[in-house]
């Protein structure tokens, strides 16, 4: 019997040592929220909007530039395209995807909101709210805060690091074919992309600072310049349509592609955006709730490569509308392209539900 017993003792430290010198796990916790379905989607009923349709399509007949534009009520399925599959430069509308990626990592535990980012030097524009505090990179910044400079001031220099955290264009292009969304393409940082609209040849240094890589795009000759800018119009790299920025916002608001508190998060931002205000937000009555992303090109010999805003405005009856205007090649002034996409705002709140009267933001 004692022999036993002490086999029994003996056997019990074994386990024990081992189990305090057993390594600790390096894999994640498992997931346990619920799973979601990232391909299939079941839109609402949408019902073409064969008036309001017209009109727009009035508005934009004449303008000298290549328009897409759908706007779709999210409550009722009221829908109006205009050219919905033209494919447009996208700009800094990129940037919404990739914070939809980014508060995705959140969900998934790989980051916090308030997790610590470091800035790389090439991660650094010679203008914006970021490069002209971190010129040669620096930090750490915290992700909420970049997140925020990325979407309401449409900062490249945080576009560009968020980019660099999530594994560069390819992952978000990648995630967004993965849950259903076609015919939107990220495939530069923003950075690259304005390397190849000043015309920088392959192989030039474009790691370095803020500082430098301004020096580098003014040696750049005019000549090159224009011919790169002419090649960004035809460039079918980072581009999208009206339907599928559409669809992302239509998945996003309501909560198909993020969970509740990031798809809040999200909201937020979007609703704080103070880049281009004369865009959809322009001629809304001043009550009126938008939250959007907008995206502006170049301008060489008067043309432009891209003028957009896409949004979720609010009706006064409380409905909610997703709305895209691409306007793509733009000739004569941005105002003139930022009064059109202005006018297709209005136009389309008019028709599903504001007063004629109300008066409107000056």
Not at 183 to 210: F, H, I, K, P
Not at 327 to 334: A, I, L, N, Y
Request: aromatic share 4%; charged share 25%; with cysteine.
């Amino acid at each position: 019997m004692k022999r036993v017993l002490g086999l029994v003792v003996a056997a019990v430290v074994v386990i024990a040592v081992g189990l305090i010198l057993r390594p600790a796990s390096t894999k994640s916790p498992p997931d346990t929220r619920p799973a979601r379905d990232t391909t299939a989607f079941d839109p609402s009923p949408e019902y073409p909007d064969t008036a309001l349709e017209a009109r727009l399509r009035a508005l934009v007949k004449h303008a000298p530039a290549r328009c897409g534009i759908v706007a779709k009520n999210l409550s009722n399925g009221a829908i109006a395209r205009v050219n919905a599959d033209t494919l447009i430069p996208l700009l800094s509308v990129v940037k919404l995807p990739v914070a939809i990626v980014v508060l995705d990592g959140v969900d998934q535990g790989r980051w916090t909101l308030s997790s610590p980012c470091t800035l790389l030097a090439g991660d650094m524009h010679p203008r914006g709210w970021l490069g002209d505090r971190y010129p040669r990179g620096g930090g750490p910044v915290k992700l909420y805060r970049l997140l925020d400079a990325m979407l309401t001031r449409s900062d490249n220099s945080s576009a560009d690091a968020l980019m660099r955290l999530v594994g560069g264009p390819r992952v978000v292009t990648e995630w967004l074919e993965q849950h259903g969304i076609r015919d939107l393409r990220v495939d530069r940082t923003e950075r690259a992309l304005g390397n190849d609209w000043y015309g920088l040849v392959a192989g030039a240094d474009t790691m370095g600072s803020s500082e430098e890589i301004r020096e580098i795009r003014s040696e750049v000759p005019d000549a090159v310049h224009d011919s790169a800018a002419r090649a960004m119009l035809t460039d079918p790299r980072d581009t999208g349509s009206a339907a599928a920025c559409v669809h992302l916002l239509e998945r996003l608001w309501r909560g198909d592609l993020l969970s509740a508190t990031m798809t809040d998060t999200l909201k937020f931002i979007l609703a704080r955006c103070k880049t281009a205000p004369d865009r959809l937000p322009r001629m809304l009555p001043k009550s009126a709730h938008v939250a959007h992303k907008t995206g502006t090109g170049g301008t060489t010999a008067g043309v432009t490569v891209a003028i957009n805003d896409i949004g979720v405005m609010r009706l006064p009856n409380g409905d909610e509308v997703a709305i895209a205007v691409l306007v793509g090649e733009p000739r004569g002034s941005v105002s003139r392209a930022e009064r059109l996409i202005a006018r297709v705002g209005r136009t389309v709140f008019d028709a599903w539900g504001a007063p004629a009267s109300t008066a409107v933001r000056r």
